[in-house]
């Protein structure tokens, strides 16, 4: 049996990695950053979730050959301009800490009518130190008034998807693989890695 490709993740994150695992695992074998402690913490300094996403493919693909994938993402909320938006993982004051990030989000939508949001997703896929793609996937919905569930991860137990009744949290992987941002732009992944053959 021939080897399966190999795809290394431009990410420590566990929760993006075992989605991304469950959804091509029978594909590619999907490694993550964190199997390679020599692999650079790259900041993520841009302002936009490409230009983040490019910084980390691109940072990643310097150290190791193959083809390095990048997924940098978060909640854009229409009541509150867009935020959190890139600032998604340190929205509560502290990165990382999913529990605080919620907290803020409630406290912050407390008084809004309009509860429609977004998941974006985006993914650059970089070789040898050269960006060689970039994907992008959305989910829109609203957000709901106190926490739901406790599947997925971040702002999951606060999310409901377009054509569902509960969050994501409480709908559970199968069907957040099925339809969520990351899910659309890693489609858009698989088939141009697909077309290379
Ligand atoms: P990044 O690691 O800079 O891309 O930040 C991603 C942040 O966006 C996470 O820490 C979460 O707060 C949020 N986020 C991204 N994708 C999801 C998701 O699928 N569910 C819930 N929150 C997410």
């Not at 959804?23 to 199997?35: H, S």
């Not at 979730?49 to 490019?54: C, I, K, P, T, W």
């Not at 912050?108 to 992008?136: I, P, W, Y």
Request: charged share 25%; aromatic share 8%.
């Amino acid at each position: 049996m021939q080897p399966l490709p190999r795809l290394i993740l431009a990410t420590r994150n566990a929760h993006k990695t075992e989605e991304i695992q469950a959804m091509i695992g029978d594909r590619f074998e999907v490694l993550n950053a964190k199997a390679f402690p020599d692999f650079p913490e790259i900041e993520e300094t841009g302002t936009s979730f490409l230009e983040n996403a490019r910084l980390k493919a691109v940072g990643i693909s310097r150290c190791i050959e193959g083809w390095v994938l990048s997924d940098d993402s978060g909640l854009e909320v229409d009541a509150l301009g867009g935020a959190p938006g890139v600032w998604s993982s340190s929205y509560g004051g502290e990165e990382g800490n999913h529990a605080k990030n919620n907290a803020r989000l409630l406290a912050e939508m407390a008084d809004k009518a309009n509860r429609n949001a977004r998941f974006r997703c985006t993914m650059v896929l970089a070789r040898g130190g050269s960006e060689q793609a970039a994907f992008s996937g959305t989910v829109e919905g609203h957000l709901v008034e106190s926490l739901h569930g406790v599947g997925g991860f971040g702002y999951d137990p606060l999310f409901i998807p377009v054509g569902h009744e509960k969050t994501f949290a409480e709908l559970g992987n199968g069907i957040k693989n099925s339809l969520s941002h990351r899910a659309r732009a890693l489609n858009q992944v698989v088939a141009f890695l697909d077309g290379r053959g």
